[in-house]
């Protein structure tokens, strides 16, 4: 009786400081409920004196079901190491990004389930793993990667108007007739874009 008493006793103190923590109304805490009447009912009957107060004890015991109770008492040991062990600052803080919504769900739901009806141990390694995967999963940034140096010796001029490209290729070949350029050294690439024009405004009388 006293190692049951003392793995409730532990499981609803971890019961209690992780649903805090998670944020966990008392209202839908249905494990916790359980744990509680379990201990309460632990504490009675280790207070019985003899097995007639043992029976009155049972008897008038607010059991929410004998299995879930039993199940409680049972695994009160198991599961309060597990919470006790796991890295909840890990998993609140994965639980924190945008894409931690759904550990968040998986988990309370879990939590406030009977272990009955829901064993939490491996939706909590679960949840746990994949909130280690969240937080260190390398962020690809969304950046055009920058471009390329130009070759040796190519020189560029980029967004020219046509009146500057112009001017730009008279500087040229004037530099070419001056003998400052080498023209068998200079290979010229055009290209153009061509923009739709603003629609005129239709001022005319029909």
Do not use: C, N, Y
Not at 124 to 150: C, F, G, N, S, W
Request: proline share 5%.
């Amino acid at each position: 009786m006293d190692d049951h008493q003392a793995a409730i006793e532990a499981l609803v103190a971890q019961l209690d400081r992780r649903g805090e923590e998670l944020g966990i109304d008392d209202a839908s805490f249905t494990r916790l409920t359980t744990a509680v009447a379990a201990q309460i009912l632990l504490l009675d009957l280790a207070a019985a004196e003899d097995d007639l107060a043992r029976v009155e004890v049972l008897a008038a015991a607010r059991v929410p079901t004998a299995l879930t109770m039993a199940k409680s008492i049972s695994t009160a040991r198991s599961v309060a190491d597990e919470l006790e062990a796991a890295q909840f600052e890990i998993i609140i803080g994965a639980m924190q990004r945008e894409e931690g919504a759904a550990l968040r769900a998986d988990l309370v739901a879990a939590m406030t389930a009977d272990e009955f009806v829901t064993p939490l141990a491996p939706v909590l390694r679960r949840v746990q793993q994949e909130a280690v995967k969240l937080l260190t999963d390398p962020v690809v940034a969304l950046i055009d990667p920058p471009l390329p140096p130009p070759l040796p010796g190519v020189k560029e001029e980029l967004g020219l108007s046509l009146e500057a490209a112009q001017t730009r290729l008279a500087q040229l070949a004037e530099d070419v007739r001056e003998g400052t350029v080498d023209e068998k050294s200079v290979e010229v690439t055009v290209r153009w874009t061509e923009r739709e024009a603003d629609a005129a405004p239709d001022g005319g009388a029909e």
